[in-house]
């Protein structure tokens, strides 16, 4: 087995840096997020590391909370996205024929609608909130998803072993979860890695449109559209948050590289 | 040995008509494929790429891919219909009556998964002999594929095997329910010269061992005389040669046969040249109107394009070529080596 290469590592520790941070939040080792000090405004200093909002709250412990806000929805949505994209595609790509023009059509449905439009679709009917944030970002990610993992279903389908094992009188449960599933197991987790960058882009751009989580609760999103306000008096309360959208989606998107290169090996081994 | 005995034959094709459809139309890769074979029977299969002969071994377990039709004929395995049996029989006549062994051995073994656990899934429902463990039967199995560390091949991911290992172990598992019939589709075309022979006599030893029948497909015309008893020529999606392969060989009587055995290294002196085949094999979209043959044909007369040839009987072998009788009588088939370094009691004959 490869390891990682030095950038995914990279990727690697930064996601962990992050996560930590959320954490070392929600223990409250950074301060309470909801207390107010008293100054408006003040620019990063001894007192408040990144400075404060225009309530007077200290950023940095609202930072971490939503740091951890931004992640856990996300992650929580690409857990249900994959669940829900390994079986349909993997039933799809394996049975074929009808099932799989079937889930192909319903998942170009949701493909055809800009990421955004469908997003706030979704917090139209469900109103605003985390569960429309969640929902915005399982029905965004789905359809890449679900292609991908059928596409690679419908290649280990039409492998050998997946023959020898018909011939030898396997199941269909069976065959799709011991010979289906673990093939395409490099693809889900890939996939999952570019969903969770796809989901925390999403939350961002949603709650900065005041659909997804509310103030005062904190996510990145909220935090850049709050600090968007002040831009020019307090440059730092959008900085901050906007930094570290880039550096979790940057560190997410080189560790799927990484895991790409190491789970899904091109077929390129010797035959003899 | 002969085409048709009274017992039942184990494999039997009627006129079977097979498509794909392909995205500017359907291909025909079966164009009426006669063909009975009898229990024990070792039969070489030989054609050359797109003859038809993969997806006649596919329709014997109606493993066929999602794009290929039927269009008519039967296939029947040990006295079912395949095509006509519903999801259940299929799956036990596939499951206790066939086996399969492919060309790529590594693909035909699941990469995630432990040999020795895929040849006990292999094994499933069936245990040799009621006393011994799983984990015996398993290494039984493998030590009877001449694999020489059973136990460290049980425990290796099949990526770690060398390809002949993996042939091996693909083997071991298409026979570990001991089938009727084992299709094996060129089954040593992607391993080293010197381990073809021995995984070949493996095949042929545990087949004969079990009385298992054996497809052979191969497009070796050589290799398949030397080591069974019959040979099937294939050519257009049609059976166009039938008979003992010794004959088939010395003696061709389709000249397509003729053709093949004429290009074979094999069969040239040194210094000499080998004969090519003209032209490239038809690819039909439907019923071919002649012989599939005619356009590459030595022999070629203006009713080989319009009419399609009758089976007709020369020597021992069953023929589709309507000149086949007057080839015959005036000797216009000769090969040019020595034909006769075969033996004729070699083979899969019992």
């Known amino acids: ?55 007077g709250r200290s950023l940095l412990p609202r930072l971490l909370e939503g740091i951890g806000a931004t992640l856990l929805l996300s992650s929580l949505a690409v857990l249900v996205t994959a669940v829900v994209s390994t079986a349909l595609g993997i039933v799809a790509g394996y049975v074929g024929g009808a099932v799989n023009e079937a889930v192909l059509r319903l998942v170009e449905v949701l493909y055809a609608f800009p990421s955004i439009v469908l997003a706030i679709l979704v917090a139209a009917v469900v109103g605003p909130g985390r569960p429309a944030a969640m929902a915005a970002i399982v029905l965004v990610t789905i359809p890449l998803m679900t292609r991908l993992v059928r596409a690679a279903a419908a290649t280990v389908a039409s492998r050998d072993y997946i023959t020898s094992a018909v011939v030898s009188g396997v199941g269909m449960p069976t065959m799709l979860v011991r010979h289906v599933l673990p093939n395409v197991g490099g693809t889900i987790a890939v996939q999952g890695t570019y969903a969770l960058s796809i989901g925390i882009l999403v939350e961002g751009g949603l709650s900065f449109l005041g659909l997804g989580v509310q103030p005062p609760q904190a996510s990145l999103g909220v935090l850049i559209a709050q600090g968007g306000i002040y831009m020019v008096a307090a440059p730092w309360l959008v900085i ?33 | 040995m002969n085409q048709l005995t009274p017992a039942e034959p184990v494999v039997v ?15 025909r890769a079966l164009d009426g494929v006669d063909l009975a074979v009898d229990a024990g029977e070792t039969v070489g299969v030989v054609g050359e790429s797109g003859s038809g002969k993969s997806t006649l071994g596919a329709a014997l377990g109606r493993l066929l891919p999602s794009r290929a039709e039927r269009r008519h004929g039967s296939m029947h395995v040990a006295g079912h219909s395949v095509f006509d049996l519903a999801p259940q029989p299929l799956r036990q006549l596939r499951r206790d009556q066939l086996g399969f062994v492919f060309q790529d051995p590594i693909g035909a073994l699941d990469p995630t998964m432990r040999v020795g656990a895929q040849v006990r899934r292999a094994l499933r429902g069936r245990q040799p002999s009621p006393r011994r463990s799983t984990r015996d039967a398993v290494a039984a199995l493998l030590d009877q594929v001449r694999l020489r560390d059973p136990a460290r091949v049980a425990r290796a991911y099949p990526h770690q095997l060398s390809g002949g290992m993996a042939q091996r172990v693909a083997l071991a598992m298409a026979m570990a329910v001991q089938p009727r019939v084992l299709v094996a589709d060129e089954p040593t075309a992607a391993l080293d010269s010197q ?6 006599d493996t095949i042929l030893a545990l087949t004969r061992a079990a009385g298992t029948t054996v497809l052979w497909l191969s497009h070796d015309l050589n290799a398949v005389a030397r080591r069974c008893a019959r040979v099937v020529v294939m050519y257009g999606g049609r059976v166009v040669e039938d008979g003992p392969a010794h004959a088939v060989l010395a003696r061709p009587a389709h000249p397509y046969t003729h053709a093949l055995a004429s290009s074979a290294p094999s069969h040239a002196r040194p210094g000499e040249r080998l004969t090519p085949i003209p032209g490239r094999p038809p690819l039909l979209a439907g019923p071919a109107p002649g012989c599939a043959f005619a356009e590459r044909c030595r022999f070629v007369v203006d009713r080989c394009a319009t009419e399609r040839p009758p089976l007709a009987r020369v020597n021992g072998q069953a023929v589709l070529c309507h000149r086949a009788e007057e080839l015959r009588s005036t000797a216009a088939l000769p090969l040019p080596a020595r034909p006769t370094d075969i033996p004729a009691e070699i083979g899969g004959g019992r």
């Not at chain 1, 939040?25 to 909002?53: K, M, V, Y």
């Open chain 1, 1 to 55: 087995m490869k390891r990682l290469d030095w950038l995914s590592r990279c990727g690697l520790i930064c996601l962990m840096v992050l996560v930590a941070a959320a954490v070392a939040g929600w223990f409250g080792l950074a301060g309470d997020p909801a207390a107010i000090d008293g100054d408006r405004l003040r620019p990063p200093g001894a007192a408040a590391w990144l400075g404060t909002d225009d309530l």
């Open chain 1, 240 to 272: 901050a948050p906007g930094v570290v959208l880039v550096l979790a989606i940057l560190s997410i998107n080189v560790l799927g590289d990484g895991l790409r290169d190491r789970l899904e090996p091109r077929e390129a081994r010797s035959l003899t």
């Open chain 2, 13 to 27: 094709a009627r006129d079977l008509v097979v498509d794909y459809l392909a995205a500017h139309g359907p291909v």
């Open chain 2, 195 to 200: 381990v073809r022979d021995e995984v070949l």
